[in-house]
């Protein structure tokens, strides 16, 4: 049985080692760098624009081979990012790829790779690549991978997420609201969690280009530090905080949420940022938190988890380790609430945000895209394609269910238990 539409040339060869190695029929259309084309007229189209990136899958035959591949610019998915990425998602969802490699199929592969002069030494990888040394989530380490990350340059996270600079994810709370109005509602919804009033202090874990501090200082009159790890960051947000009149309240720090030693505070929020923790840090994390806040003080902690069934990423071949987020690690939200609680805290309130993170991550590629050529130039076209891919995944991620995102609301209650809570719900959202 040969690949549906197989033709002659480098496509034809490729469809047929697909079908030797899976036993099956892959329904999307090849496109290879010899002008030559196989697979079903309408299907989404894979275009291989150099015969590395086959050597890479042979090397690597994982997400990781196929990252590097496109990355290098040597493979690609034809048509707006998502809507194709989606497409090709569901259209290979049913495809099994445990294949049990026996002598005979793999007689047959090395026939079929020597054919297509994919033999030969493994390419080195994209410089966008980035494999950290020293001790996991020691200071020094965190330090390199948020610089990694966040010191891709201001003006391209501008094109990316746009006026608010908010890296996280938005409340969308009508079909027609806007990313900056839907950014404005999230900032606002976790101060309000909060109970923040005029002349209370607040501590932003992680506060990224500035835009809670700002908030909070600017729509409630509270006093407001923000720490970083990004130098970067940190330079950008004390700009915007001198525009906005309101360096008498807000301060900006490159610090390390472990080097804070001036508590107690009113509250604290953690937006983001307890994705770079780690697991074996969680503990570390909780009890820092919790020291720093006065009794009946919340904690606002909003992040990511990933599905209990959902295994822990390989950091050996996940693209996300290598290229995005070095070290990150996502736990279930049971887990966060499980430190919280044995650091001393009171959950009073999780909130799932889903499916907005999934429109929000969709907005940032359509930026990304609509400003394609300056984000080129900005950040080169390998970085412009990791984020492009890690955004559009991410996406589909969050809205298949495999990862989600939370508000964790705690409070830290007084030595005979009082939260200082209002009773109702409904009381500390108004």
């Known amino acids: 049985m040969r690949f549906v539409g197989s033709a002659g040339g480098v496509a034809g060869a490729v469809g047929e080692l697909l079908h030797t190695a899976l036993g099956q029929v892959v329904p999307i259309r090849i496109r290879c760098w010899d002008g030559s084309e196989t697979g079903p007229p309408d299907a989404p189209v894979l275009h291989i624009r150099h015969r590395r990136a086959l050597r890479r899958l042979l090397w690597a035959p994982n997400e990781l081979g196929v990252a590097r591949a496109h990355v290098a610019g040597e493979l690609d998915v034809e048509g707006p990012f998502v809507a194709a990425l989606e ?42 690549e980035i494999k950290l040394a020293g001790r996991m989530h020691s200071r020094r380490r965190d330090a390199a991978a948020i610089s990694h990350h966040y010191d891709v340059g201001n003006d391209f996270y501008a094109l990316v997420l746009g006026p608010s600079m908010t890296y996280s994810c938005a409340v969308w709370a009508k079909p027609e609201t806007t990313l900056e109005e839907a950014q404005t509602a999230k900032v606002d ?3 309000r969690k909060l109970g923040l009033r005029e002349g209370m202090r607040v501590l932003d874990v992680g506060c990224g280009w500035g835009t809670f501090v700002i908030h909070a200082a600017k729509e409630y009159g509270a006093h407001a530090v923000g720490v970083t790890l990004s130098q970067a960051q940190a330079d950008f947000a004390r700009k915007r905080v001198a525009e906005e009149g309101l360096s008498d309240l807000v301060e900006i720090r490159v610090q390390d949420y472990r080097e804070v030693s ?12 307890a994705e770079h923790v780690g697991a074996s840090m969680l503990p570390v994390y909780a009890k820092s938190l919790f020291e720093l806040l006065r009794p009946e003080g919340r904690l606002l902690n909003h992040a990511i988890s990933r599905h209990p069934s959902v295994p822990p990423r390989d950091q050996k071949t996940s693209f996300i380790d290598r290229y995005v987020f070095p070290d990150g690690e996502l736990e279930p939200v049971s887990v966060m609430a499980g430190a919280l609680e044995e650091a001393g805290f009171e959950v009073r309130d999780v909130e799932a945000l889903r499916e907005h993170y999934g429109r929000t991550l969709r907005a940032w590629v359509a930026n990304l895209e609509a400003n394609w050529d300056e984000a080129v130039r900005l950040s080169g076209a390998g970085r412009a394609r990791v984020w492009r891919l890690y955004m559009a995944a991410c996406a589909l991620s969050f809205e298949s269910g495999a990862i989600g995102v939370n508000q964790v609301l705690a409070v830290k209650p007084t030595a005979r238990g009082g939260s200082g809570m209002p009773p109702v719900r409904t009381a500390w959202l108004s």
Do not use: C, N, Q
């Open 87 to 128: 497409r090709l998602h569901d259209l290979v969802y049913d495809v099994d790829f445990d294949v049990d490699l026996t002598w005979s199929l793999r007689r047959d592969l090395a026939k079929a790779a020597l054919k297509l002069g994919i033999v030969g030494f493994p390419p080195k990888p994209p410089p966008e």
């Open 189 to 191: 919804l976790v101060a």
């Open 262 to 273: 001036d508590g107690p505070f009113d509250a604290i929020s953690s937006i983001g940022m």
